[in-house]
């Protein structure tokens, strides 16, 4: 198994530039998860899904979108690139089944900078 | 309104002695704790973890302590090796209902073992 991965690993954005991030898990969990972290803090949960064709926002959700039409690809968009967006993104998954199950899986990340 | 607390953004310790990091939290429908470990360009991967029914889990090297009516927690690691230099993130969630399937992460704590 491959886990979790995200593509691209770096990637420079232009102010007001729109792209994508994927990413994919080949573990069929149904949970997964976009964080930031931003130096000196901890991970910023930014949107998340339980399933195929179900997404809800987190904490700090303005300035991206979602989809998830496969139990394995959830992608982010960044639509409008700001400054403040400069960051790296972490896709997680996690299998929800009873006992010990909070443990998220994490990609190696993505790091965007906005100029 | 940070919700864990990891109040030590650094910590030196000398190969062989005890690492003891701490992490606080204020939200008291958290009653599961994690612990990840973060290298440099990597995305986190599990450490441990440890439910409110208990109050100690060890693995190996590694032990959490869990004090509920303090609403602490730490991790220890003993003998700290070279190779536990990382960022140590602490991670809390309710087992069950609304928000159970998000964790809350602490800030973080920089580990340096020295040799």
């Known amino acids: 198994n491959a886990g979790v991965t995200q593509t691209p690993k770096f990637r420079i954005l232009k102010i007001g530039q729109s792209m994508t991030l994927q990413c994919t898990q080949d573990?069929?969990?149904?949970?997964m998860y976009w964080y930031r972290q931003d130096p000196g803090m901890g991970l910023k949960l930014i949107y998340y899904s339980v399933g195929a064709g179900i997404t809800d926002k987190g904490e700090v959700p303005n300035g991206y979108n979602v989809s998830r039409s496969t139990t394995e690809d959830f992608p982010l968009r960044l639509e409008l690139a700001a400054p403040s967006q400069t960051s790296v993104y972490f896709c997680?998954?996690?299998?929800?089944?009873?006992?010990?199950?909070?443990?998220?899986?994490f990609g190696p990340g993505t790091r965007l900078t906005v100029l | 309104d940070q919700q864990v607390k990891q109040n030590s953004p650094s910590l030196s310790v000398q190969e062989g002695r005890i690492s003891i990091l701490n992490c606080d939290y204020t939200?008291?429908?958290?009653?599961?704790f994690l612990w990840y470990k973060k290298y440099p360009a990597e995305g986190p991967t599990f450490l441990i973890s440890?439910?409110?029914?208990?109050d100690k889990n060890e693995d190996g090297r590694f032990t959490v302590f869990l004090n509920k009516s303090a609403k602490h927690l730490s991790l220890h690691i003993v003998p700290s090796q070279p190779g536990d230099s990382a960022v140590y993130f602490c991670a809390a969630s309710p087992s069950s209902g609304a928000g159970s399937y998000q964790l809350t992460f602490g800030k973080g704590t920089k580990l340096s073992v020295i040799p």
């Open positions: 997680a998954s996690r299998l929800h089944t009873s006992g010990r199950t909070h443990e998220q899986f």
């Open positions: 440890i439910s409110s029914i208990k």
């Open positions: 939200n008291s429908m958290f009653d599961y």
């Open positions: 573990m069929n969990h149904n949970y």
